[in-house]
């Protein structure tokens, strides 16, 4: 069974920043996509960021945010720079890979609160 545990949502004034980071806990053999996804009041959930092979930004994230991984502590984090209010949502993380017994796992973490005031 894998886990993930996020954290660093919070409020925050528009033009500032905020760091979110997701943990992977359990049975791991390894990581291969790890990402974020967010879903504002009233809105689908939307793909933020991700990284595996290749590193993804959604179009309304580039030149804003930045997404890292560091594979030894299977941590992904979220730099999150020039805030707007249209950035408030629920953060959510993502994870994809297989475990220790070459079973596959898709799993998302609880959701993490980030509030931008105009």
């Known amino acids: 069974q894998v886990q993930l545990v996020e954290s660093g949502g919070g409020l925050v004034q528009a033009g500032g920043s905020l760091r979110l980071s997701c943990s992977a806990s359990g049975s791991i053999r390894r990581v291969y996509t790890m990402g974020w996804h967010r879903q504002a009041p009233g809105k689908q959930r939307e793909l933020v960021a991700s990284?595996?092979?290749?590193?993804n930004y959604a179009d309304s994230v580039k030149g804003r945010f930045t997404i890292s991984k560091d594979n030894a502590k299977n941590t992904v984090y979220l730099q999150m720079n020039s805030l707007k209010p249209e950035d408030t949502a629920v953060y959510y993380c993502n994870a994809d890979g297989n475990t220790i017994d070459y079973t596959g796992f898709a799993v998302w973490g609880q959701g993490t609160l980030v509030t931008v005031s105009s």
């Open positions: 990284i595996g092979g290749s590193t």
